[in-house]
């Protein structure tokens, strides 16, 4: 079930202060766009060199029945999402990401992975696996990353004990895309987070619950493969 793609497991990074993050589905005329400068700004700021992303950095195009309704006059189309994105957000020199792919970004969930694409064109962008990433953080401490979306192996799972019932090894921390709400709890010394999303949703039905517009800081105090302390600060921007 894991690790279908030609990619090194984990990949490797000495990351222990780190921006988390999710769904911005840039692209999308609802997709808060300054917020997203402005998150990127702090980090900046704070002095952060890394950001794990979720799932879902574009919106995506005919992946539902009235998306072309939501979409920005110059998105129609993934390669003009990723010149939009690339004007709205630069290479970045002292700031990296990487992510993971999200149901919005492989069409009907097959074929061509619009991330794959950017993260060849892009030095400051780095690509860990479709609908899930595994990360070696500092001194071995592992991350996994998700989207549990149509076309995931994680599709119809809510809570973080299912989703790590599914893996052969747990990781140190968990960060969950897709749901656009935001926490953070240990589950067996496990840090699972919900990353949020920078997307509003005006428009869907029978949504029960409002999306959580923000993002995660991470302070990691790592010592020989263990984490003596966890701060993480939620950005919210609601």
């Not at 290479?91 to 990487?98: F, P």
């Amino acid at each position: 079930m894991r690790r279908k793609d030609k990619l090194n497991y984990p990949h490797q990074t000495d990351s222990d202060f780190f921006g988390f993050t999710s769904d911005w589905h840039i692209g999308n005329k609802h997709a808060n766009e300054n917020y997203i400068l402005d998150y990127l700004d702090l980090l900046k700021e704070r002095g952060v060199k890394q950001i794990f992303h979720g799932g879902d950095l574009f919106e995506g195009y005919r992946i539902y029945r009235s998306q072309l309704n939501d979409l920005l006059p110059d998105c129609f189309g993934i390669k003009e999402q990723i010149k939009y994105f690339n004007k709205l957000i630069p290479g970045q020199k002292d700031l990296n990401m990487k992510l993971i792919s999200g149901n919005h970004l492989i069409k009907n969930h097959k074929g061509k992975n619009v991330v794959e694409e950017l993260c060849y064109k892009r030095k400051d962008i780095d690509y860990l696996g479709k609908y899930d990433g595994l990360v070696e953080l500092k001194d071995g401490v592992t991350m996994e990353i998700i989207h549990p979306s149509r076309g995931s192996p994680y599709r119809g799972l809510f809570e973080f004990g299912e989703y790590l019932n599914l893996f052969s090894t747990n990781p140190d921390i968990l960060g969950v895309g897709h749901k656009h709400i935001s926490n953070c709890h240990l589950y067996n010394d496990i840090a699972c987070y919900h990353l949020g999303t920078f997307l509003n949703e005006p428009n869907r039905k029978n949504n029960k619950v409002s999306p959580d517009i923000g993002a995660w800081i991470v302070e990691l105090d790592i010592d020989n493969g263990e984490i003596l302390s966890n701060k993480s600060d939620w950005i919210s921007y609601e």
